[in-house]
T-cell receptor
Framework: AQSVTQLGSHVSVSEGALVLLRCNYSSSVPPYLFWYVQYPNQGLQLLLKYTTGATLVKGINGFEAEFKKSETSFHLTKPSAHMSDAAEYFCAVSGANSGGYQKVTFGIGTKLQVIP | DAGVTQSPTHLIKTRGQQVTLRCSPKSGHDTVSWYQQALGQGPQFIFQYYEEEERQRGNFPDRFSGHQFPNYSSELNVNALLLGDSALYLC????????????FGSGTRLTVV
């Protein structure tokens, strides 16, 4: 069983400010963790993923996330928000591939508003 | 390189009707997963196809069925449509080499009236 909790359905930041989107996960096996971004009327685009190895993961558009096993967290950050970052962000979890295929479970999403 | 292609982009159906949605995965991907995203919600897993078989299924009734073809493309069929089936239906493709990272299509917006 696996689940994702995203704290804060809406987050507002000023342009140039730090972006922090929170995600906690639950998984009965070692997790694979993902962040996706969705712009209006579009599909989801992968920002970054954690599978194994380095716990700090860098993604596209200046985003990064840190896997903290002790806290079961995978928070998404960006040092300086840009207007184009306004979108909805989804955290997702999957069980580490053990030879079979695992479904990916998504959180409810966090809408990021960037204020000029 | 074409990504994931879904058709149609929009669809309006009447309650009780049946609908078929189509998906062509990204080149090199062999696994197709389908998700339902209701307005303001996260994507909900419907099912996943690999080697033309349903490998995983979410908590959706049997009215939802699918198929995968030898060229890895896939269809999602929904019978006896309900108003609550109105949503964005997303197709995602992946492979073992992507570590379960998906490439999503732009979705099919289904409206049931």
């Amino acid at each position: 069983a696996q689940s994702v909790t995203q704290l804060g359905s809406h987050v507002s930041v000023s342009e140039g400010a730090l972006v922090l989107l929170r995600c906690n996960y639950s998984s009965s096996v070692p997790p694979y963790l993902f962040w996706y971004v969705q712009y209006p009327n579009q599909g989801l685009q992968l920002l970054l993923k954690y599978t194994t190895g380095a716990t700090l993961v860098k993604g596209i558009n200046g985003f990064e996330a840190e896997f903290k096993k002790s806290e079961t967290s995978f928070h998404l950050t960006k040092p300086s928000a840009h207007m184009s970052d306004a979108a909805e962000y989804f955290c997702a979890v999957s069980g580490a591939n053990s030879g079979g295929y695992q479904k990916v479970t998504f959180g409810i999403g966090t809408k990021l508003q960037v204020i000029p | 390189d074409a990504g994931v292609t879904q058709s149609p982009t929009h669809l309006i159906k009447t309650r009780g009707q049946q609908v078929t949605l189509r998906c062509s995965p990204k080149s090199g991907h062999d696994t197709v997963s389908w998700y339902q995203q209701a307005l303001g919600q996260g994507p909900q897993f419907i099912f996943q196809y690999y080697e033309e078989e349903e490998r995983q299924r979410g908590n959706f009734p049997d009215r939802f069925s699918g198929h995968q073809f030898p060229n890895y493309s896939s269809e999602l069929n929904v019978n006896a449509l309900l108003l609550g089936d109105s949503a964005l239906y997303l197709c995602a493709s992946s492979s073992l080499t992507t570590g379960m990272a998906y490439t999503f299509g732009s979705g099919t917006r289904l409206t049931v009236v």
